[in-house]
């Protein structure tokens, strides 16, 4: 099985976070010229796509560490879906090429933090920080 270098993973997290604070950025300055709450839902999206791509999940740890868990997959899925509907919620608010760009981009990288491997899996959570305490 292929083991990511650290520079890979840099590689990911590094854009990834870089499109989700340009993301945010983007709603700061133009949040006013939006509709309260698809402003206030799309903010929303973004923290739960963010949470999840940095496994700030307690479930995901859990069944990322848990030796009999099946249920690996389960939250691939879901931040599929979470990244699927991201790009929706942008797309129907412009259709300017630049903001769209950066949520395919943003939305994929976020996708890429995951792995239906649950070695590969953990080995991203453990690059993030987020690892079962020893006993």
Do not use: C
Not at 12 to 39: I, N, P, Q
């Amino acid at each position: 099985m292929r083991r990511f270098s650290e520079r890979e993973l840099n590689v990911v997290a590094g854009h990834y976070e870089s499109m989700t604070r340009t993301l945010e950025a983007y709603l700061d300055a133009w949040e006013t010229d939006l509709e309260h709450e698809k402003a206030q839902d799309l903010r929303r999206r973004i923290e739960e796509l963010d949470s999840m791509a940095k496994g700030m999940d307690p479930r995901l740890v859990e069944i990322a560490w848990d030796e009999n868990s099946e249920e690996e997959w389960d939250y691939a899925a879901l931040v599929r879906r979470a990244a699927a509907q991201l790009d929706e919620d942008l797309g129907r608010l412009s259709n300017t090429n630049f903001l769209l760009t950066l949520a395919h981009g943003a939305s994929n990288l976020a996708a890429s933090l995951f792995f239906p491997d649950k070695d590969r899996l953990r080995f991203s959570l453990f690059r993030l920080g987020m690892q079962p305490v020893s006993d």
